[in-house]
């Protein structure tokens, strides 16, 4: 089983940066694409960001430009780096990974972690 640990959500002004990061971990599984979905009340989960193991990004297209999505993939982690935030941008944050363990495709996510962009 893998499994995903994410963090770095938080509170932030409007303006301002965050970092979030998404590792992980487990045994015998290749992994594939990383990336970040969002989910604001009342509106349907949308892809923010995603990037392949040979570094080929997506973008949704309101993040594009100030937010910037890598990976390590000797750690199996992708990060966020999220900058010029928006108040639209508050939301839940999801991992989203897609691995490959014992020869079967999986997509897991993680639990979420809370952005809010506020004064």
């Known amino acids: 089983q893998v499994q995903l640990v994410e963090s770095g959500g938080g509170l932030v002004q409007p303006g301002g940066s965050l970092r979030l990061s998404c590792a992980a971990s487990g045994s015998s599984f290749s992994m594939h694409t990383m990336g970040w979905y969002r989910q604001a009340p009342g509106k349907q989960r949308e892809l923010v960001a995603n990037?392949?193991?040979?570094?080929?990004?997506n973008y949704g297209d309101s993040v594009k430009g100030r937010f910037t999505v890598s990976r390590d993939n000797a750690k199996n982690t992708v990060y966020l780096q999220m900058d010029s935030l928006k108040r639209e941008d508050t939301a839940v944050y999801y991992c989203?990974?897609?691995?490959?363990?014992?020869?079967?495709?999986?997509?897991?996510w993680g639990q979420g972690t809370q952005v809010t962009v506020s004064s």
């Open positions: 990037i392949s193991s040979e570094g080929s990004i």
């Open positions: 989203k990974a897609n691995y490959r363990r014992f020869n079967v495709l999986y997509n897991h």
